[in-house]
């Protein structure tokens, strides 16, 4: 089992958001924010097509 099916078997719960932002906080300070608009939608994008939707609360 690989990195992206753990993170998408996790996604749903806290630990999937918590595990998103900590990887586009280290892939921000790898680039000097320099890319941070560009971070951010692709994590969003990562984020809608997992079924995460950040706006809605969690369903148990």
Request: zero cysteines.
């Amino acid at each position: 089992m690989g990195i992206f099916d753990r993170f998408k078997n996790q996604a749903k719960g806290s630990k999937g958001r918590d595990m998103s932002d900590a990887a586009e906080r280290k892939a921000n300070e790898k680039t000097g924010n320099k890319h941070e608009g560009r971070i951010d939608d692709a994590q969003q994008r990562i984020e809608g097509s997992l079924g995460m939707d950040r706006d809605r609360p969690e369903q148990p």
